[in-house]
T-cell receptor, first 114, second 112 residues
């Protein structure tokens, strides 16, 4: 238990669906992250939020839309996804006024796009 | 940003020490070495980090060579639950955003 929770753990959606992934951290951190992990590929950073402000968008397609209403919650809104978007989506957080590289990861959402 | 090189896979016997090497020959003076691991179907887990001195915590020890061009993560008594992919990461400069760049890592298999 890392203090970072993600829901749902598994999601199957069609290409025309709209769904959202949720992440919540109970660590009092101020920075939150979305990563994508495709099969047999390294983790890819998608978005970074610091004090609710987006500080990094790693050239992610607009069909992925993040939202950070407060420092404890992070969402990833999904619409018109492609089958190649099927992957493990991981959320992480860190205490930005200390070492930001000690990140705590959630268990991930396994997404399948049909 | 310094890049890292790790063996693709390693194995060790349960109860023995697992020594995972990492080369980072282009590391700069203000860059730290971080280790994470990822157990199958879980998110990555922070293990340890260091700058130039050797470090030890409840999970592992980190040995950094004097020239800082390589390091070794040591799991002193490996268990079956230590089977995972281990990532060696060199931290980006402080004026970059807070991001970790994960490479391919070393797949460690702990044998019974």
């Amino acid at each position: 238990e890392t203090g970072v929770t993600q829901t749902p753990r598994h999601l199957v959606m069609g290409m025309t669906n709209k769904k959202s992934l949720k992440c919540e951290q109970h660590l009092g951190h101020n920075a939150m992250y979305w990563y994508k992990q495709s099969a047999k590929k390294p983790l890819e950073l998608m978005f970074v939020y610091n004090f609710k402000e987006q500080t990094e968008n790693n050239s992610v397609p607009s069909r992925f839309s993040p939202e950070c209403p407060n420092s404890s919650h992070l969402f990833l809104h999904l619409h018109t996804l492609q089958p190649e978007d099927s992957a493990l989506y991981l959320c992480a957080s860190s205490q930005n006024d200390r070492d930001p590289y000690e990140q705590y990861f959630g268990p991930g959402t396994r997404l399948t796009v049909t | 940003d310094a890049k890292t090189t790790q063996p693709t896979s390693m194995d060790c016997a349960e109860g023995r020490a697992a020594n995972l090497p990492c080369n980072h020959s282009t590391i700069s003076g203000n860059e730290y070495v971080y280790w994470y691991r990822q157990i199958h179907s879980q998110g990555p887990q922070y293990i340890i980090h260091g700058l130039k001195n050797n470090e030890t915590n409840e999970m592992a020890s980190l040995i950094i060579t004097e020239d800082r061009k390589s390091s070794t993560l040591i799991l002193p008594h490996a268990t079956l639950r230590d089977t995972a992919v281990y990532y060696c990461i060199v931290r980006l400069p402080m004026d970059s955003s807070y991001k970790l760049i994960f490479g391919s890592g070393t797949r460690l298999l702990v044998r019974p």
